[in-house]
């Protein structure tokens, strides 16, 4: 059984530029999370996807934004880049039942912003 | 929200000790607790796991325990081996929040041969 799948996994991006980073879930499962890693911060929830609706979103500023496809893989972009939004993109994707359910994380994407 | 705690900071252990690792959480609604352990350059991986209503969970070497009077949970790890070595994270989810998850700050653990 696969698991999740992030692309790409490294990216060097310019202030100011936009990103898209992209996640295939779990066959089955059909919810989709993001997360920023950093070193000083941890791990920071970004958002929440199920069935191609946002049903959770945490304390980030508008720039970072976020979709789900009918397969359930889910893009997050980040507009405006600023040297702080360098870090490791986690996804992770659950089988959405009844309460909660496990999360399995993929790879990450490492993006760099200079 | 919830915020999570997560201590030591870093833990070094002789090959076949014991490692224990700490969190607690602030919010009594939250009811379920994973623990993850992420290897350089990669991404977390789920090793267990524990509800709000069970107090203990063992599998294999790994174990973790809840006390939900004291809104702590911990991680135990026996007979350490070289392979355990990474850095491991306790979360906490919040009952009606979807899937979001509350990260501890991480403990990162060194065995030592």
């Known amino acids: 059984k696969a698991g999740v799948t992030q692309t790409p996994r490294y990216l060097i991006k310019t202030r100011g530029q936009q990103v898209t980073l992209s996640c295939s879930p779990i066959?089955?499962?059909?919810?989709v999370s993001w997360y920023q890693q950093t070193p000083g911060q941890g791990l920071q929830f970004l958002f929440e996807y199920f069935s191609e609706t946002q049903r959770n979103k945490g304390n980030f500023p508008g720039r970072f934004s976020g979709r789900q496809f009918s397969n359930s893989r889910s893009e997050m972009n980040v507009s405006t880049l600023e040297l702080g939004d360098s870090a490791l993109y986690l996804c992770?994707?659950?089988?959405?039942?009844?309460?909660?359910?496990?999360?399995?994380f993929g790879q990450g994407t490492r993006l760099t912003v200079v | 929200g919830e915020n999570v705690e997560q201590h030591p900071s870093t833990l070094s252990v002789q090959e076949g000790d014991s490692a224990v690792i700490k969190c607690t959480y602030s919010d009594s609604a939250s009811n379920y607790f994973p623990w993850y352990k992420q290897e350089l350059g990669k991404g977390p991986q789920l090793i267990i796991d524990i509800r709000s209503n069970v107090g203990e969970k063992k599998d294999q070497r790994i174990a973790v325990t809840l006390n939900k009077t004291a809104k702590h949970f911990s991680l135990h790890i026996t007979e350490t081996q070289p392979e355990d070595s990474a850095v491991y994270f306790c979360?906490?989810?919040?009952?009606?929040?979807?899937?979001?998850?509350?990260f501890g700050t991480g403990t990162s653990l060194t065995v030592i041969p």
């Open positions: 992770a994707s659950s089988l959405v039942g009844e309460g909660v359910t496990e999360a399995f």
């Open positions: 979360a906490a989810h919040l009952s009606n929040t979807g899937n979001q998850f509350y």
């Open positions: 066959s089955g499962h059909r919810s």
